[in-house]
């Protein structure tokens, strides 16, 4: 394991932890904040492609504003092809019939596959220069990479305020977010 790699995994056991913690904490209100200022932050692309995700474990949850998002445009959620592959993104309502997919996260049993303008993105922490530590695969940052060569995507963070770090290690591979959002504040970038 490289010195990067070794550190980015004793920071995420630390801030699994602190969301954990957060998480346990939130008694909705946390959680109300956070989307209404998602909601505020998103308000100019209602109508674009909308990629959310189906919250697992200690994760904030971004259901709410994905349903409000999606009476005026698609909204799409993250589905894992397979190790070191890019996500894909399967069209999805508050209709959609949802299965158990990697990791335990839900993911439409079929639908169409579209490709989301905007992101909101799952993490484990943050920084303040809009870097992310998620998971450790991989899958986002290939994701947005690729959306962003072939012209572009807006990718927002959503989680605690308690996820946040210092600083995070950087990677040439690590793709920055654009904002993040949490119960407390709206960080943009660039």
């Not at 200690?58 to 092809?81: H, K």
Request: net charge neutral; with cysteine; glycine share 12%.
């Amino acid at each position: 394991m490289s010195a990067t790699a070794d550190q980015k995994a004793q920071m995420r056991k630390a801030a699994f932890v602190r969301r954990k913690e957060a998480h346990e904490r939130d008694d909705g209100a946390m959680t109300a904040a956070g989307a209404a200022r998602l909601a505020t932050l998103l308000a100019p692309y209602r109508g674009r492609v909308l990629s959310g995700y189906m919250p697992i474990r200690t994760e904030m949850s971004p259901l709410s504003v994905m349903a409000q998002m999606a009476n005026s445009g698609p909204v799409c959620v993250p589905v894992i092809q397979g190790h070191g592959q890019r996500l894909q993104f399967q069209l999805w309502t508050l209709a959609t019939e949802m299965v158990a997919g990697p990791f335990g996260a839900m993911v439409p049993a079929r639908g169409d596959v579209i490709e989301p303008e905007v992101l909101i993105v799952p993490l484990v922490a943050f920084d303040r220069q809009g870097r992310r530590l998620g998971y450790g695969g991989g899958f986002y940052d290939r994701t947005l990479e690729a959306l962003r060569a072939r012209g572009g995507a807006m990718a927002v963070g959503f989680a605690y305020g308690a996820q946040e770090a210092e600083v995070l290690p950087h990677e040439s591979t690590d793709q920055p977010l654009d904002a993040i959002v949490t119960e407390g504040e709206t960080l943009l970038f660039g």
